[in-house]
């Protein structure tokens, strides 16, 4: 689920859910397509997906989750 909300500046930001950013990123890991065409089905940006990948692949799930200090955080 796509979260939209304004910073001080007027630029929207869009929040991707947990199960989304696992959605998206096992879409790429486990189909022989393009970070754009992935991103492209689950409305997110081609760089963050990369991101995601890299984290996946390094941290697996864990790494798809929001770091907050120390905590490992499920964004919701």
């Known amino acids: 689920m796509l979260d939209k909300k304004s910073n001080v500046w007027g630029v929207l930001i869009m929040k991707i859910s947990y199960e989304k950013r696992i959605e998206a990123t096992l879409a ?39 770091r907050t200090g120390n905590i490992l955080e499920t964004l919701n």
């Open 28 to 66: 790429y890991v486990n189909q022989n397509r393009t970070y754009k065409e992935v991103a492209k089905e689950y409305d997110m940006h081609p760089s963050d997906l990369q991101k995601w990948v890299t984290l996946y692949k390094n941290h697996g799930v864990a790494g798809l989750s929001k």
